[in-house]
């Protein structure tokens, strides 16, 4: 199963764009339900809400609907090893596990994550320290990109997130692996002009076009074809972009469906 939505949903630029005009913060959630089966949290990289936030999702979102989880950045950026830091983050998020709408958990670790045994070893010990979920890991820097880094996933049981994101000079290029039972794709945008600008907030204001949804679509669908679940999140949020692109996705993907059901 391929499942589509996005990384995040409470956004207020996004009414008008996507949710219908006069949507409150308190009913995003209800109507990206109805579009969307799965959605990632990226909140929780700055600031774990209390477990009572994921309980009122939960009891918000209808049954099968899935959640995944970014790790704090205190774990993933500032190498956070505390046992309390995981702890806390199992104790937020334990509310999604018991309903059984915790896909997994998603470690994003920045561009000056290099691939160096201290931070080989800093993957195991997230790995060690969550083990009851799924954890996938994304890399910026190209130096992971090697068969070393599989064989240490698969050794670990972590999967691999694939990224679209600027081509770049030591960014991690576009590639397509599944390790483990799921495939997970986040898609950045490719807004080369800002991602290395001062003002973050501009990284990911993108929108693509038809021709790069389409060539991410037969990858998808590739993927898919060797993975149990696909999770496919668009992290171009600016003005509803991530929405808007994600609902055409889901229109590419199924026109590859059935083509495949009327081969």
Request: glycine share 10%; proline share 8%; aromatic share 14%.
């Amino acid at each position: 199963m391929i499942w589509l939505g996005t990384s995040g949903f409470s956004f207020r630029d996004w009414v008008g764009p996507f949710y219908p005009p006069g949507t409150p913060a308190g009913r995003m959630l209800e109507y990206y339900t109805q579009v969307f089966p799965a959605v990632e949290i990226n909140s929780t990289y700055y600031r774990l809400p209390d477990p009572t936030a994921f309980r009122r999702m939960c009891d918000r979102t209808p049954p099968g609907f899935r959640f995944t989880v970014k790790l704090p950045g205190t774990i993933t950026h500032r190498g956070e090893e505390d046992p309390s830091a995981f702890r806390a983050f199992a104790r937020v998020v334990e509310p999604l596990a018991r309903a059984g709408k915790l896909h997994g958990a998603l470690a994003q670790f920045p561009f000056g994550f290099r691939n160096t045994e201290e931070n080989r070893n800093r993957i195991a010990a997230i790995r060690k320290a969550l083990p009851e979920w799924p954890l996938f890991v994304e890399f910026r820097h190209d130096s992971w990109n090697r068969p070393e880094t599989w064989d240490l996933l698969e050794e670990h049981a972590v999967g691999f997130v694939s990224v679209d994101e600027p081509a770049l000079p030591g960014l991690f290029p576009p590639t397509t692996r599944v390790i483990g039972p799921a495939a997970y794709v986040r898609l950045h945008g490719r807004n080369a002009a800002d991602w290395w600008g001062s003002d973050g907030s501009k990284r990911y204001d993108y929108l693509y076009d038809e021709a790069e949804l389409r060539e991410w679509a037969l990858r998808i669908h590739r993927l898919s074809g060797a993975a149990r679940d696909t999770f496919v999140f668009f992290n171009n949020c600016h003005g509803g972009s991530a929405a808007q692109n994600a609902g055409q996705m889901g229109f590419l993907l199924g026109q590859l469906q059935d083509l495949d059901e009327g081969m």
